[in-house]
């Protein structure tokens, strides 16, 4: 099963987890939370936390729970950063010593018009535009962009 990822961070210093969003393939399946407290010094972008923010311990654990829920997932992100930042999320964010304890694999999304395919998603969609570097936005984004690759035959079909 694809399932699409992204996260936002603290700033270009720390890049430190702010909010993490997964969606599956047929978009059925979703999980975005955002954490609390916020990092010691967000952005100016990230300095409100909304009715999805969850502290650590309750936010890897619900991580957990709704990666173990889906069959053989293959995450899909466009930065290796997503990719870092969501084991350190399943690790319980360096507070826990834990194994990322649930199986996925993981490609990234840089193929083919992938990338461009994600601007044009935000530039179409001028309220996606406005929300653009919400983590649940550009997980959209990249769900669209990835399976307008695929369809046009300019990316790998392996997954």
């Not at 550009?138 to 046009?152: G, K, M, N, P, Q």
Request: hydrophobic share 40%.
């Amino acid at each position: 099963m694809r399932v699409f990822v992204d996260v936002e961070w603290e700033n270009e210093t720390t890049r430190e987890l702010v909010s993490l969003a997964l969606v599956t393939q047929d978009g059925q399946h979703r999980f975005y939370a955002e954490r609390t407290p916020l990092p010691k010094a967000p952005s100016n972008f990230v300095r409100e936390v909304g009715p999805s923010a969850l502290p650590d311990g309750a936010f890897f654990k619900e991580l957990r729970v709704f990666l173990a829920s889906l069959k053989d997932p293959l995450l899909i992100a466009d930065s290796d950063l997503d990719f870092i930042l969501l084991s350190h999320a399943l690790r319980g964010f360096g507070q826990q010593d834990l194994p990322s304890a649930v199986p996925y694999r993981y490609m990234l999304a840089t193929f083919g018009d992938v990338l461009t395919r994600i601007e044009e998603y935000l530039e179409n969609r001028p309220h996606a535009k406005v929300r653009r570097h919400h983590a649940m936005v550009d997980t959209e984004a990249l769900r669209w962009a990835f399976e307008a690759t695929i369809t046009s035959g300019s990316g790998p079909l392996e997954g």
